[in-house]
């Protein structure tokens, strides 16, 4: 898979948007940019993805430079409850099933 | 939706005690996996199943064990547990979304916490 590079932490108001960049230079046209979150010690959970075009659903959008070397997941308006660690993933295709997790961004969401 | 279960919740070990951690998907997934997350890291893949049938070993499958017994279920071993396996284990399934493998959505189970003394 390619390389995924996010900053360790970061902090966010309560009520604006979170930014969170992701690194992928490495990245191949037929590879998707992957966003998953986890909340505590509790499962991850997916949040959204992508392949060229920026993508929004309930709980983000994900915008993707036009070269595809790097994302941003945006949180249009964090709550507490966004505080979480996020994973930005480039899945490969074709290589049978291997979704690697690298270490993610600690997003503290604060008052 | 029961989604991804995993059992037991929780677990203590002896060192070489063996056991199996139990999972099993209602989603009619093919895919599914097994990750271990240790403290303040990321997850890291042990074995994953693109199929029943078939598994293949991910990052770290040292000293595991798997079985894909069915479409529903995947299992993970440890023959003789060590104090360097304590850590949990997440299991996970994905759907497919498109023409391509490759653009899937994972779904986790809660988790298994082991501790091997």
């Known amino acids: 898979d390619a390389k995924t590079t996010q900053p360790t932490s970061m902090d966010c108001a309560e009520g604006r948007a979170a930014n969170l960049p992701c690194n992928h230079s490495t990245i191949s046209g037929n590879e998707y940019v992957y966003w998953y979150r986890q909340i505590h010690s509790q499962g991850p959970q997916y949040i959204i993805h992508?392949?060229?075009n920026n993508e929004t659903n309930e709980m983000a959008s994900l915008i993707i430079t036009e070269d595809r070397k790097s994302s941003t997941l945006i949180l249009p308006h964090a709550t507490l409850r966004d505080t979480a660690v996020y994973y930005c993933i480039v899945r490969v295709y074709n290589q049978g099933g291997k979704l690697i997790f690298g270490q993610g961004t600690e997003l503290s969401v604060k008052p | 939706n029961a989604g991804v279960t995993q059992t037991p919740k929780f677990q203590v070990l002896k060192t070489g005690q063996s056991m199996t951690l139990q999972c099993a998907q209602d989603m009619n997934h093919n895919s599914m996996y097994w990750y271990r997350q240790d403290p303040g890291m990321g997850l890291r893949l042990i074995y994953y199943?693109?199929?029943?049938?078939?598994?293949d070993k991910g990052e770290v499958p040292n000293g595991y064990n798997v079985s894909r017994l069915n479409k529903r279920e995947f299992s993970l071993r440890l023959e003789s547990a060590a104090p360097s396996q304590t850590s949990v284990y997440f299991c996970?399934?994905?759907?497919?979304?498109?023409?391509?493998?490759?653009?899937?959505?994972?779904?986790f189970g809660s988790g298994t916490q082991l501790s091997v003394l």
């Open positions: 199943s693109a199929s029943e049938g078939t598994t």
């Open positions: 996970a399934s994905s759907e497919v979304l498109g023409r391509y493998s490759t653009n899937e959505k994972l779904f």
């Open positions: 992508g392949l060229k």
